[in-house]
């Protein structure tokens, strides 16, 4: 197949992907009279570019809760309160984990405190980390590298977390189901499972407007959660909710 007609294919796949919502990887195969080893190829690089969301067995349109602007101020704003919020709740020489994401990666703008241990599974996090003032001692998780989550998961990164043991971790969320816990589109959750299995406290950070989103996969069930911290827009009713899973829920300012 010449690198024209494997450009081709890919702008149809990503179009069917558009119109369609969901495709198969056995039926792209047919259609396009090639082999499911191509497809899944074809797959990855879609992903990697943006254009869809890889699942088992095929591909689907990247939901619109996904694809957010970030540059909106007041989300900006939330996400600056919640960090600080959460710096709050570190002591000086803590053992933490800080999980990837745009809401943990404000966490480490704000960090201050000495001595302090961090264990990350971001390679733009470490980096930050290395650069702040507080001088942490940064550890990273390797693993195998997820361009969706643009992270490092997998056997290799639970088994390097499996090996310490943390005061605390700090893990954003897609969603936040007010009967099961975060929640998901991505399936990698295995590594923040562990994370939140070596870690004394779990704290959730997530803008107001995430909750209440259900999505298909699970991430941390409420048993695993000892905080959530959201901002000011979140409702009084919303609030008891969650507590009433026996999470406490800091309101940042």
Not at 47 to 71: D, N, Q, V
Not at 80 to 101: L, P, T
Not at 185 to 205: D, K, P, T, W, Y
Request: charged share 25%.
């Amino acid at each position: 197949m010449s690198k024209r007609n494997t450009q081709q294919r890919r702008q149809m796949i990503a179009t069917m992907v558009q119109e369609q919502g969901e495709v198969g990887v056995e039926q792209l195969a047919l259609l396009f009279e090639t082999s499911e080893v191509t497809i899944r190829k074809d797959l990855t690089a879609l992903e990697e570019s943006g254009f869809l969301l890889r699942r088992y067995g095929g591909a689907i349109k990247i939901p619109s809760e996904l694809m957010e602007e970030e540059s909106n101020e007041q989300l900006s704003q939330q996400k600056i309160a919640i960090a600080k919020a959460a710096r709050d709740c570190i002591s000086d020489h803590n053992r933490i984990i800080i999980d990837s994401g745009r809401t943990t990666g404000a966490l480490v703008k704000s960090l201050n405190q000495s001595g302090l241990v961090i264990m990350t599974n971001s390679l733009s996090l470490a980096s930050e980390l290395t650069t702040l003032e507080c001088e942490p001692t940064v550890l990273m998780t390797g693993g195998t590298w997820d361009a969706r989550s643009e992270s490092f998961q997998g056997k290799v990164a639970e088994n390097t977390l499996r090996a310490y043991d943390f005061d605390q971790l700090f893990i954003g969320a897609d969603g936040l189901d007010l009967e099961r816990g975060t929640t998901t589109f991505n399936e990698l959750v295995g590594l923040s499972q562990v994370m939140a299995e070596v870690s004394r406290e779990v704290i959730v950070l997530i803008e107001s407007q995430k909750i209440g989103r259900k999505m298909p996969n699970v991430e941390l069930d409420w048993t695993k959660i000892d905080k959530v911290i959201t901002d000011k827009q979140i409702s009084f009713e919303t609030k008891v909710a969650i507590e009433k899973n026996g999470v406490a829920v800091i309101i940042a300012d």
